[in-house]
């Protein structure tokens, strides 16, 4: 295998120098006779990044694996979801890329054969799991990784957005162009039980933030188990009330999609009688009246990620890795344009 230091002694360079060119860094100062040579050169040599070698190396080891997908939503369901249905398309895309043969679990209600699991070379989890669940994949699991989701602990590969943070991001915005009655809708997360219905992290956040600022109404937070009823008509619900807010924030686009319709229903406008915001960037978001502004989650990297994952721990890496994913606002017609939000609205 060539090494920087051979085409640095064939240039008359260094090898901090060769290093720097290979790597594209802007600030090195050098004419470009030399950089031409030192890039000819290694090309003549046949040298490859390491950036390469390990791209080469993952595409040998995903050639021929196994790798059992298992989700926490029914078929019905995550279809229903286009995010989730894009962080199945980034799993499979990847592992189409491997040449790897991917397993389709749907692990709800009682638990499929173990041996389903314990016959894939690796498992990657989609969605959240708790308990008996979470213990079961473990158990029964050669090597693990979660997509969009992190169990609590050091132990488990995962890869996921921080949706809290992104919450945080978007309240900045939001509360830059003047709103002050914001109101919430999402789900109970189904973990923690009825004693605690607003566990979720886009909720919790969005609870924290807003009592900082001295802005929290318990009128303006809204929850309930999930269902595809769940944004029409908590949203509908809020806005019927005698001081409705100025701004909506869903959990999902999805159930954006039902405040849309309840909203329409009630002869309001957006954003003029109530400015919407919300979260995933699902396709349809761009096409709706107005075009929703929501934080966009990369779904699709997520599953592509969360193979790449596996391939390292099948390769030897022996330390969990957890792998945070930036987000980024897409503002659009559902709330005001605002020189302050566009600011907000870089990477998380």
């Known amino acids: 295998m060539v090494t920087i230091k051979e085409i640095a002694s064939a240039v008359g360079v260094s090898s901090a120098t060769v290093s720097r060119v290979l790597n594209y860094d802007p600030t090195l100062s050098i004419s470009t006779k030399k950089r031409q040579a030192v890039i000819e050169t290694a090309e003549a040599l046949n040298y490859e990044t390491p950036r390469n070698r390990s791209r080469a190396a993952a595409q040998s080891l995903g050639a021929g694996l196994k790798i059992a997908l298992v989700?926490?939503?029914?078929?019905?369901?995550?279809?229903?979801?286009?995010?989730?249905?894009?962080?199945?398309?980034?799993?499979?895309?990847?592992?189409?890329?491997?040449?790897?043969?991917?397993?389709?679990?749907?692990?709800?209600?009682?638990?499929?054969?173990?041996?389903?699991?314990?016959?894939?070379?690796?498992?990657?989890?989609?969605?959240?799991?708790?308990?008996?669940?979470?213990?079961?994949?473990?158990?029964?699991?050669?090597?693990?990784?979660?997509?969009?989701?992190?169990?609590?602990?050091?132990?488990?590969?995962?890869?996921?957005?921080?949706?809290?943070?992104?919450?945080?991001?978007?309240?900045?915005?939001?509360?830059?162009m003047g709103f002050r009655r914001i109101g919430f809708v999402g789900w109970v997360d189904a973990f923690y039980g009825p004693?605690?219905?607003?566990?979720?992290?886009?909720?919790?956040?969005?609870?924290?933030?807003?009592?900082?600022?001295?802005?929290?109404?318990?009128?303006?937070?809204?929850?309930?188990?999930?269902?595809?009823?769940?944004?029409?008509?908590?949203?509908?619900?809020?806005?019927?009330?005698?001081?409705?807010?100025?701004i909506l924030i869903t959990c999902n686009d999805n159930m954006a999609l039902g405040a849309y319709r309840a909203i329409h229903e009630m002869g309001l406008r957006i954003p003029a009688d109530v400015a919407v915001a919300s979260f995933n960037d699902i396709p349809v978001a761009q096409f709706l009246g107005p075009p929703l502004s929501t934080v966009k989650i990369p779904a699709e990297l997520i599953g592509e990620t969360a193979v790449d994952l596996l391939l390292e721990r099948l390769a030897g890496r022996e330390?969990?890795?957890?792998?945070?994913?930036?987000?980024?606002?897409?503002?659009?017609?559902?709330?005001?344009?605002?020189?302050?939000?566009?600011?907000?609205?870089?990477?998380a």
């Open 71 to 176: 989700h926490f939503l029914e078929p019905a369901q995550e279809l229903a979801d286009p995010y989730y249905v894009g962080v199945r398309l980034g799993i499979e895309s990847r592992c189409q890329a491997l040449k790897s043969e991917v397993v389709k679990v749907f692990l709800t209600g009682n638990p499929p054969e173990a041996t389903i699991l314990e016959g894939a070379s690796g498992v990657v989890a989609v969605g959240h799991y708790y308990g008996e669940e979470l213990e079961w994949l473990r158990r029964h699991s050669r090597h693990l990784v979660f997509a969009d989701y992190a169990p609590a602990g050091d132990v488990d590969d995962s890869v996921l957005s921080d949706v809290s943070l992104a919450m945080t991001r978007l309240l900045e915005a939001i509360h830059s």
């Open 195 to 246: 004693d605690n219905i607003y566990s979720e992290r886009r909720c919790r956040t969005y609870i924290d933030w807003m009592t900082r600022a001295g802005l929290y109404d318990a009128e303006l937070c809204m929850v309930e188990r999930m269902t595809p009823d769940s944004g029409y008509t908590l949203a509908k619900a809020m806005l019927s009330r005698p001081n409705p807010p100025e």
């Open 319 to 347: 330390v969990a890795k957890k792998v945070i994913l930036g987000t980024e606002i897409v503002w659009r017609g559902s709330t005001p344009a605002s020189a302050d939000a566009a600011a907000s609205s870089k990477k």
